[in-house]
């Protein structure tokens, strides 16, 4: 199992951004797509941005389109989530996830994930 670990979460104010990253315990990142999910309480846990493993590919939540940026450098095995004018409807906790030889389309479905961090906390005030 790879391990991922996210940081850069904390508390904003509606319309501010945040950057998270999330680094993964592997020298390489070779043919390992990851993605960024998110969890609010009381529901569901909902996909919110995936990148492959070259970062050619990327893939949006409609509800982040146009916000939120996805990226990752393999040589520190990071990836990122730059999100801007937040909003309190994103607050949850962010959840960092990866699967070797997959698509960012296919990391959509939260089912896909094989790997899966320990979640940092996004809470966006009104």
């Known amino acids: 199992q790879v391990q991922l670990v996210e940081s850069g979460g904390g508390l904003v104010q509606a319309g501010d951004s945040l950057r998270l990253s999330c680094t993964a315990s592997?020298?390489?990142?070779?043919?390992?797509?990851l993605g960024w999910f998110r969890q609010a309480p009381g529901k569901e846990r909902e996909f919110v941005a995936a990148?492959?493993?070259?970062?050619?590919?990327?893939y949006y939540a409609d509800s982040v389109k146009g916000r939120f940026t996805i990226s990752r450098d393999n040589a520190k095995n990071t990836v990122y989530l730059q999100m801007n004018s937040l909003k309190s409807e994103d607050t949850a906790v962010y959840y960092c996830?990866?699967?070797?030889?997959?698509?960012?389309?296919?990391?959509?479905?939260?089912?896909?994930?094989?790997?899966w961090g320990q979640g940092t906390q996004v809470t966006v005030s009104s």
């Open positions: 990148i492959s493993w070259s970062g050619d590919s990327t």
């Open positions: 592997r020298h390489t990142f070779s043919r390992y797509a």
């Open positions: 996830g990866g699967r070797e030889f997959w698509t960012a389309q296919g990391m959509s479905a939260t089912t896909a994930i094989r790997d």
